[in-house]
């Protein structure tokens, strides 16, 4: 069964600063990778996704995410936050199947100093 | 389109006391799970159903009963309700099939649940 870790519970960062957001994985076999942000009082959205092909992803906000399969890893990264970031953010893995579970990390919450 | 109808949007039940709550999807997925989400825990998987008629455990699904009897619905039970699930609640539906969407999950608004 797949699992997820998030190791950075919370996160506190000043405007401007440049934002990295771990994450592993375990499964052995062929997986979609996905981010999830939850900004205060909303629902999920989906920030960015991996399925194939670069291992470097481009998301929604300047967001992106690197794929290191050696690794297990699918770290979010953002070279300038901004204030309006302030959210929980949520890594998630599936088996590429269609039938296969989505399971979710724990969540790291960003928090932004004006 | 509505997407993903979650309701109601809030609840206080007592303990004992049994309830459903709604989800509701116009995307004709065959995809959709129920998922709590706690503080420092983030969403656990509570059930999931791959199409009309098939369901299937998450990682906490005791306490919880599902069915899906059409595409578009997929309520939760609870069936006597305990403090421990007081959590908000998140449904979600994807795609199985079909290009760029296939796996992007579409989520509810939630539902926040206090049992006292």
């Known amino acids: 069964a797949q699992s997820v870790s998030q190791h950075n519970h919370h996160v506190i960062l000043s405007e401007a600063a440049s934002l990295e957001l771990g994450c592993n994985y375990s499964y052995g076999g062929t997986v979609n990778l996905f981010w999830y942000v939850q900004y205060p009082g909303q629902h999920l959205q989906l920030l960015l996704k991996y399925f194939s092909g670069d291992p470097l992803v481009k998301g929604i906000k300047g967001f992106e995410a690197e794929f290191i399969k050696s690794k297990f890893s699918f770290n979010l990264r953002k070279p300038s936050v901004q204030w309006s970031d302030t959210a929980e953010y949520f890594c998630?893995?599936?088996?590429?199947?269609?039938?296969?579970?989505?399971?979710f990390g724990s969540g790291t919450r960003l928090s932004i100093r004006p | 389109n509505a997407g993903v109808t979650q309701t109601p949007k809030f609840q206080v039940l007592k303990t004992g006391q049994s309830m459903t709550l709604q989800c509701a999807q116009d995307?004709?997925?065959?995809?959709m799970s129920w998922y709590r989400q706690d503080p420092g825990m983030g969403l656990r998987l509570i059930h999931y159903s791959v199409g009309a008629g098939i369901t299937d455990q998450g990682e906490v699904p005791n306490g919880y009963n599902v069915s899906r009897s059409t595409t578009e619905d997929f309520p939760l039970r609870l069936l006597s309700a305990a403090p421990s699930q007081t959590s908000v609640y998140f449904c979600?539906?994807?795609?199985?099939?079909?290009?760029?969407?296939?796996?992007?999950?579409?989520f509810g608004a939630g539902t926040r649940l206090s049992v006292l």
């Open positions: 998630a893995v599936n088996a590429d199947s269609s039938a296969s579970k989505i399971i």
């Open positions: 979600a539906s994807r795609p199985t099939s079909g290009g760029l969407h296939k796996n992007i999950q579409y």
């Open positions: 995307m004709n997925h065959e995809y």
